[in-house]
């Protein structure tokens, strides 16, 4: 007997090269560069990067790509391009008259990163054509994927590389898409996705302190551990997600405000119990949940500096649980993923990204990943709940220009 299938999905890879055929066959003419960004997970530092705290996320073997040429007439022409090579075209619109919100829609995206740079002092049209692999609406930073290649896009065909000298720092271009999502789209996040996107490098997670902007690149190589990270994509996505993630931020932004502190980052876990204390009880679980996961990240920090990667696996399920119970951003669908991951023998087990749906990463032992992600196929089936997606995920190079031959 021939063996079982794999119950896990792969990444495309030849994503750059996908983008750069799609712009020939488009415009007639080869693509003047192309550049990408990955998606993200987090490892762990949830809903911690607004309150000036600690994130340290991967990124994904996943890409978005942006296959790029400049236009005469200072419009932003973007086409996307499906898995099934079907192309699919926005309304070219005249960079200078962009405005807050001006584009709706998936094309708002790399209209308010064109918007900011506009402001920036990089202004020209251009021809986008954007291929990807990044499973959408699954809490794994298409977007920002999407926006990051754009902004290195836009800046390349302006003469600007990223790491060239004179070049804005990638903190800097960080900052810059995160004002296109705050700003022109509209959403109020953090600097965790962004940051991922650009920042982190192959084999390694980044510790970033969003206070004071200071990065680590952690050595994290799970497989050498005997161990993999397996990514649930629970297919769930919630209505209630953006006002659930802006309530929580207001959230926390008043606690720190009764507590007379720039952000709850400056309360430290032998401080809880007294902030708890002159908070109202609504805001107490939330606060709870921000300082102690801030505490995590620095444990989980210090494990895999020492090169313990076995040992997070209850750190990343105390994370979950806090979110679960505390913060309130967990559903169903994440619950059995993480619940059916730590009964097949996962180390450890969380949702991660923004919550209310999304997908579950899951510490694995490398001779486990196939039965974990069986058990919890099963799970979702035996409850009625649409299959999820499944995947193992190393840490993986950011965003920079490809080569597309
Ligand atoms: C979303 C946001 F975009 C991030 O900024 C971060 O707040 C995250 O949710 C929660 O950690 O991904």
């Given amino acids: 007997?021939?063996?079982?299938?794999?119950?896990?999905?792969?990444?495309?890879?030849?994503?750059?090269?996908?983008?750069?055929?799609?712009?020939?066959?488009?415009?007639?003419?080869?693509?003047?560069?192309?550049?990408?960004?990955p998606g993200r997970v987090n490892?762990?530092?949830?809903?911690?990067?607004?309150?000036?705290g600690f994130v340290l996320p991967f990124a994904l073997p996943y890409r978005i790509a942006v296959a790029a040429s400049p236009r005469a007439d200072g419009r932003l022409a973007v086409t996307t391009v499906g898995d099934d090579g079907r192309p699919q075209q926005a309304e070219p619109v005249a960079i200078a008259d962009l405005a807050p919100r001006?584009?709706?829609?998936?094309?708002a995206y790399p209209s308010g990163v064109a918007w900011v740079l506009h402001n920036e002092g990089f202004s020209g049209g251009a021809d986008l054509v954007i291929a990807g692999d990044v499973p959408a609406g699954a809490g794994l930073s298409s977007s920002h994927a999407l926006q990051c290649a754009t902004a290195l896009a836009l800046l390349g065909l302006a003469g600007v590389e990223l790491d060239e000298p004179d070049a804005p720092s990638r903190a800097t271009v960080a900052r810059w898409?995160?004002?296109?999502?705050?700003?022109?789209?509209?959403?109020?996040?953090?600097?965790?996705?962004?940051?991922?996107s650009l920042s982190c490098v192959a084999d390694h997670v980044l510790f970033l302190d969003v206070r004071s902007g200071e990065m680590e690149q952690v050595p994290f190589d799970a497989s050498s551990a005997g161990l993999?990270?397996?990514?649930?994509?629970?297919?769930?996505?919630?209505?209630?997600?953006?006002?659930?993630?802006?309530?929580?931020?207001?959230?926390?932004?008043?606690?720190?405000?009764?507590?007379?502190?720039?952000?709850?980052?400056?309360?430290?876990e032998s401080g809880l119990d007294d902030a708890l204390a002159r908070l109202p009880e609504e805001?107490?679980?939330l606060v709870r949940h921000v300082v102690t996961e801030n505490t995590r990240v620095e444990r989980t920090v210090e494990h895999l500096r020492a090169g313990r990667i076995a040992d997070i696996g209850d750190l990343l399920t105390a994370s979950h649980t806090s979110m679960r119970d505390d913060y309130r951003i967990s559903c169903l669908e994440l619950d059995v993923a993480v619940d059916t991951a730590?009964?097949?023998?996962?180390?450890?087990?969380?949702?991660?990204?923004?919550?209310?749906?999304?997908?579950?990463?899951?510490?694995?032992?490398?001779?486990?990943?196939?039965?974990?992600?069986?058990?919890?196929?099963?799970?979702?089936?035996?409850?009625?709940?649409t299959t999820p997606g499944l995947f193992t995920a190393a840490p993986s190079p950011g965003a920079g220009r490809d080569n597309f031959s």
Avoid at 23 to 33: D, L, Q, S, Y
Avoid at 43 to 52: F, K, S
Wanted: charge should be neutral.
């Fill in 342 to 385: 730590l009964t097949a023998g996962a180390l450890g087990a969380r949702m991660t990204g923004g919550g209310f749906g999304g997908s579950a990463i899951a510490l694995v032992a490398a001779t486990e990943v196939e039965s974990v992600g069986k058990q919890v196929l099963a799970a979702f089936a035996e409850r009625g709940l």
């Fill in 177 to 196: 898409v995160q004002r296109s999502e705050n700003d022109y789209v509209g959403v109020p996040t953090g600097l965790l996705d962004q940051t991922a």
């Fill in 1 to 37: 007997s021939g063996q079982a299938a794999s119950v896990l999905g792969t990444a495309t890879h030849n994503v750059p090269a996908r983008a750069a055929a799609a712009f020939a066959r488009i415009h007639g003419r080869p693509p003047t560069g192309v550049w990408s960004a």
């Fill in 102 to 107: 001006s584009v709706e829609g998936w094309a």
């Fill in 43 to 52: 490892l762990i530092g949830e809903h911690t990067d607004y309150n000036d």
């Fill in 228 to 268: 993999a990270v397996l990514v649930i994509d629970t297919k769930a996505k919630h209505s209630h997600s953006d006002s659930g993630y802006r309530e929580r931020r207001a959230g926390c932004e008043r606690a720190a405000d009764l507590l007379g502190l720039r952000a709850l980052r400056d309360i430290d």
């Fill in 283 to 285: 805001l107490r679980p």
